[in-house]
């Protein structure tokens, strides 16, 4: 199973991006999806993250700008981000719940993508 983020870059503050992650291997079922973020020296936070089933929960600092969303058929999660700030400036990652086909079930991350906010 691997997990592929896309989407970071370079953005003055105000600015929007969207980040992507797909799920692919032998999957059964990607339960749970989430993003974490981490500056380099600090410890990794969580952002947001969406059930199977849509349902959807956020960190303070993100609540209202940022959107997560999932497209089950493609086992892909996203991450919107809108009304971009200097502090949201990190590594963001994909951290994905899934039952394999073999029906073990674990954490699988993908790689950093990273966002950089101007200001």
């Known amino acids: 199973v691997q997990l592929q983020a896309s989407g970071g870059g370079l953005v003055q503050a105000g600015g929007s991006l969207r980040l992507s992650c797909k799920a692919s291997?032998?999957?059964?079922?990607?339960?749970?999806m989430s993003w974490y973020r981490q500056v380099p020296g600090k410890q990794r936070e969580w952002v947001a993250a969406?059930?199977?089933?849509?349902?959807?929960n956020y960190a303070d600092s993100v609540k209202g700008r940022f959107t997560i969303s999932r497209d089950n058929a493609e086992n892909t999660v996203y991450l919107q981000m809108n009304s971009l700030k200097p502090e949201d400036t990190a590594d963001y990652y994909c951290?994905?719940?899934?039952?394999?086909?073999?029906?073990?079930?674990?954490?699988?991350w993908g790689q950093g993508t990273q966002v950089t906010v101007s200001s």
């Open positions: 969406i059930t199977s089933g849509g349902s959807t």
């Open positions: 951290e994905a719940d899934i039952t394999t086909a073999w029906r073990s079930r674990n954490a699988y």
């Open positions: 291997g032998s999957i059964f079922r990607v339960n749970a």
